[in-house]
């Protein structure tokens, strides 16, 4: 059965510093990944998605995340922090019938 | 916006009555999901459904069932709440599933946050 790690439960960054969120996924088979992203009480929004191609693929917000195959990742990076991205964060992997396996999310806190 | 509705959108409701929540969208996607939101679990599929009146279980789908008798609507009930069950549900849709011509992306609603007394 697939599985989406998300090491990182609580992050902080100060506003303008970079971030990265990790997030490493267990699927037999090429797998489709997604990072989505939650504002406090509000539905989660999609950010970016890999599913073939170049391993480096460009998101909504600034955001961008890296595929490597042989470590199982699928990395969020953003160069500069703005406070409005603080939220939480979830990766995902999706199989047949559209379902998605979720990890348990990062939350992210930018301090001034 | 993907026209995702749910309501209510807060309950609160006692233990073993029944509570149905609902879910509709106004684009006709065939692919819809009732998934639950729990502190330290992320998102856990209960149901989902691949067109009208075909729906199939997901991994947390005890003590739930679902209906779809139109594309639109997407229901989800608790034949009798238990605490347990005291979650934030939220339904999705997938524009196009993998392995029928999409990539598997999810839209969401609002969410509906439940409470089981």
């Known amino acids: 059965a697939q599985s989406v790690t998300q090491p990182d439960i609580h992050i902080t960054v100060s506003e303008g510093a970079s971030l990265e969120l990790r997030c490493n996924y267990s699927?037999?088979?090429?797998?489709?990944l997604f990072w989505y992203v939650q504002s406090p009480g509000q539905g989660l929004q999609l950010l970016l998605k890999?599913?073939?191609?170049?391993?480096l693929v460009q998101g909504i917000k600034g955001f961008e995340a890296e595929f490597k195959r042989s470590q199982s990742s699928f990395n969020l990076r953003k160069p500069s922090v703005h406070w409005s991205d603080a939220a939480e964060y979830f990766c995902?992997?999706?199989?047949?019938?559209?379902?998605?396996?979720f990890g348990d999310g990062t939350t992210l806190t930018v301090k001034p | 916006d993907a026209g995702i509705t749910q309501s209510p959108r807060h309950k609160v409701t006692e233990t073993g009555t029944p509570v149905t929540l609902r879910c509709h969208q106004t684009e006709n996607h065939r692919y819809m999901y009732w998934y639950r939101q729990d502190p330290g679990h992320g998102l856990r599929l209960i149901h989902y459904?691949?067109?009208?009146?075909?729906?199939d279980k997901g991994e947390v789908s005890d003590g739930y069932s679902v209906s779809r008798s139109k594309t639109e609507d997407f229901l989800l009930t608790l034949e009798s709440a238990t605490s347990s069950q005291t979650s934030v549900y939220f339904c999705a849709i997938s524009v196009g599933a993998i392995g029928q011509g999409g990539t598997g992306e999810l839209f969401f609603g609002e969410g509906s946050r439940l409470t089981v007394l």
């Open positions: 699927y037999g088979a090429t797998p489709y």
């Open positions: 459904s691949y067109g009208v009146k075909d729906t």
């Open positions: 890999y599913f073939s191609g170049d391993t």
């Open positions: 995902a992997v999706g199989t047949y019938a559209g379902k998605s396996t």
